[in-house]
């Protein structure tokens, strides 16, 4: 079967194995390429298959897949956080062991997510994606009445603005490109004026960090999206002297006992502008190389690229 792989030489489809039986075999119908696989593919030859947003069937079934792998008995993965179980053994499909990029693969039953028949199943690899972003929103826990403003125009960002304004709140959208400001013009978001009680940071670089001090409020909260690979470069003396409050939002899990891709696989159900403003473009899967390029040319109107096999 074909899978998305670095050669060693770029990335390209390569010939594997079927996998093996498992829990649920699923026939992938769609995989959408994230920031972090393009990061994995610069650094070099990976053992593994590429892609932790995808959607597909089993048994004829519609599902898109929670890719994380977790014990489920541990105290964290108890308390509906499965991204940070503290088993040896738990490991995230597309980094640790082989994802979506593929034909088929072979995924716990728990990770199934069901899907709607108002959701396109190609349209559900928005789900995991989608679900960082509203867990982003609840870990803020915005009130009524505050300002809300996302910095950073990429999908995740744009994804946050989709969760708030699903959730009942106006936000604002400070994006670099203009497809970006207006994609977030789609969904409802604002443009940038004032300061702000609460600031998103969706940029992950260190003048998107600087850009946050300077519209958060005196005494505001900042929640981290992106991921940082070394030290956060925190913009000290506005930190300090505004007395902010910083949280970290990591992937997903659960809140009030409802899993986050549960709570976005209805809001793309309900709300199919979403996916048609995120989806930009869209390749078969022998297409991989030529994807993975236009996924990594923002400025050239890219939001959300999709794979298909």
Known sequence: MRAVRNTG?????????????????????????????LNLASQGTMAYTYGHEFAGEVDGQRYAVEPAICCGSCEQCLAGHPVRCTSANRANLGFDADGGLADWVVVPNYTLIPLSPSLDVRDACLIEPAAVAWHGVRVAQPRDGERLLVVGGGSIGLLVAAAARHMGFEVDLEARHRHQIEAGERLGAGRPSGTYDLVFDAAGSTSGLQRCADQVRIGGRLVLLSFYQDLVPFPGFAFMTKELTVRAAMAYGSHEGTRDCDDVAAMLAANSEIASTLITHRFPLDDAEEAFRVAGDRSAGAIKVVLEP
């Open 9 to 37: 030489s770029g990335v390209g489809i390569v010939e594997v194995p079927e996998p093996d039986a498992g829990d649920a075999r699923l026939r992938v119908k769609a995989a959408s390429i994230c920031g972090s696989d």
